[in-house]
């Protein structure tokens, strides 16, 4: 490591952190290296970066707007900017700079589909179908512009890609409870809670009788960072929980509400027997899951045979009217009452309650969906 006050010292002091994830501890040094040296345009982009990473995206615009007064070409900075802009949803400027940066460096791939959400958020279907294009053009697998176009062109496919899921839940772990309170009125652990009551009692009456919980064992698909684990455990002994993202696992892990978390696509989990896993379950729950799948037949089939006879299956799907399921504009999918009734009853799952909720709102519009109770039988 460079010893000494300069700012390539502080720089490379940040990068150490910066390394290690320590985002908070790399602006501290970058910000040390800025004062320094104030022209120095790598600390000024460096610390508009640890902004961005701990999601201040004012700031970051800020620095990165310095930079590009000491660079007006600094390439890093436009695409930062661009960035940061897009985070505070001003999407008509963040359009602006990832087009200047792309000018400059048009093999860089994943601004094609960060410009691609940007102008499907401003309207422009057809420059957004260009903008994946161009990143699927430079990376044929790439999930995230895969799974966007199919949305934007209304393709629906039987699931949306493994790492479009990883990624999109990977960046929002941090703040995706607070931002189900606080913007999305997040309903589904309550209906959890209260079909839970429904079939197996209050939690109070199972405890003022000393009786022994009602199950033993449950599985969590699509787990999250555990809100329906959490809302499910007065009635559950043990839980274990299935993820693609490692991100919210790792969020629920600091709850200690699942016995064992496993990162994986939760068909792949239901399938194959994977270490520390149990035979069967007796009950088996996804909360606002399978809003990630189309074809739940995978799913639906493992979940048979995973459950103990009269297990019970418990989850949420927004509403379809026709047909069997889509992909949305919005890159959800929805499932129709009869798909799931005919797909249960594939699988000898009985349907005990299929009710209307409204499991959460998009803005100003309240979000149509099913709560599903089944019991294998
Ligand atoms: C909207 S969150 C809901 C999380 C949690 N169930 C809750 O209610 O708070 C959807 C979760 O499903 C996970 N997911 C989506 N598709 C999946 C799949 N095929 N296999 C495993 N997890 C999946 C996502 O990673 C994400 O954590």
Not at 176 to 187: G, I, T, V
């Amino acid at each position: 490591m460079t010893s000494g006050s300069g700012a390539p010292a502080h720089i490379e002091r940040g990068d150490v952190c910066w390394n290690a994830g320590d985002f908070e501890s790399a602006l501290g040094h970058y910000r040390l290296a800025l004062d320094a040296d104030a022209g120095n345009v790598e600390a000024c982009s460096n610390v508009a970066a640890a902004h961005y990473q701990l999601d201040e995206f004012k700031e970051s615009a800020k620095f990165y707007r310095r930079c590009l007064k000491l660079d007006a070409d600094y390439v890093e900075a436009l695409f930062g900017l661009a960035s940061a802009l897009r985070g505070l949803e001003d999407y008509a400027a963040a359009a602006v700079y990832y087009r200047q940066a792309l000018a400059l460096e048009p093999d860089r791939i994943e601004p094609h589909w960060e410009l691609g959400f940007t102008l499907d958020a401003l309207g422009d279907v057809i420059g957004a179908s260009e903008a994946y294009r161009a990143c699927l053009n430079l990376d044929p697998a790439h999930g995230v512009a895969t799974h966007l176009l199919n949305a934007l062109t209304g393709t629906t496919t039987l699931a949306a890609p493994a790492d479009y899921i990883a990624s999109l839940f990977d960046d929002y772990a941090e703040g995706f409870e607070q931002s189900l309170l606080d913007d999305l009125h997040y309903s589904v652990p309550e209906h959890f809670r209260a079909e839970m009551t429904n079939i197996f009692g209050a939690p109070n009456d199972m405890r003022a009788n000393n009786d022994s919980l009602p199950i033993s064992w449950a599985l969590d698909l699509g787990a999250g960072t555990g809100l329906i684990a959490k809302a499910i455990k007065p009635w559950v002994e043990n839980i274990h929980g299935v993820d693609l993202s490692k991100n919210m696992l790792a969020r629920a892990a600091e709850d200690k509400i699942f016995e064992q978390i496993f990162v994986m696509d939760m068909a792949d989990f239901l399938s194959n027997h994977r270490d520390g896993a149990q035979k069967t379950y007796d009950l088996a729950v996804s909360g606002d899951a399978f809003v990630y799948i189309g074809d739940l037949e995978p799913v639906f089939r493992g979940v048979a045979n995973r459950l103990a006879d009269q297990g019970w299956f418990l989850f949420t799907v927004e509403c379809l009217d026709i047909g069997d399921y889509a992909l949305l504009p919005t890159g959800r999918y929805a499932h129709s009452k009869t798909y799931i009734q005919d797909t249960a009853e594939i699988y000898g799952l009985k349907v005990m309650d299929l009710r209307k909720i409204i499991p959460r709102r998009d803005g100003n519009e309240a979000i149509s969906g099913y709560f599903c109770a089944l019991q294998f039988k």
